[in-house]
């Protein structure tokens, strides 16, 4: 749907630390109150091996991406799955109130208990209250118009797909069983854009 493509985003690293440390990109953190109890929210897919961690655990972190983020961070962590990679082994990172965060590329993080869970379909939406935060450095924080204009990387075949349903582009054709890492649509799906 075009309008959706209107919503503005930052970006963001969900993480947790159950049966192992992983992770993922989310472009879906939103504050949801602001009286004594900060609650946030995330959107995060019934199939990401981080969702189900995070339900496990009850606990997570939302890392804060910034402009200076290499774009392999957002590559091992947009588009791999914490279930056969570990993906924090590849950064440098600290584990903060055992939760991991990475030491650079981030303008601070916040640590989250989970409140509570919406069913949203092919998503939940994960409620939680922040517990301990901090900010790191004061650099821009990354939006995900910076992300698509600046740091995707363009495969050079010249062939793009878009995601009908969220606008999400592939660039490249799509290997079999893609699915779109924002919606989780199939890739059979998809339109093609060049
Ligand atoms: C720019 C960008 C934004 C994304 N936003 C979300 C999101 O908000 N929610 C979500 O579930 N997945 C999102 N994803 C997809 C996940 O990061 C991706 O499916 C990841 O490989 C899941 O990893 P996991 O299986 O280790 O949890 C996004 C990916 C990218 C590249």
New binding site residues.
Partial sequence: MDILRKLT?G??I?STNSTKL????????VQLSSGDKKLIG????????????ILDKKLFSVSILSKEVSSDV??E???????D?D?FSKFNYSLVDDMPILNEGIIGYILVKVVNIVDADT?YLIIGEIYDSKVLNEGEVLT?KY??DNL?QIKTNGVSYRCPVCG?IHNGELPDGF?C????LDGSKFEKVS
């Fill in positions: 985003y970006l963001f969900i992983c992770g993922c990109v989310s472009n879906t953190v995330v959107s995060l897919n019934k199939n990401n091996f981080t969702t189900k961690e957002i590559n962590f947009g588009f791999t799955s914490s279930k990679n993906k998503h995900y992300y698509q995707k999400y699915k890492p924002l919606c989780g």
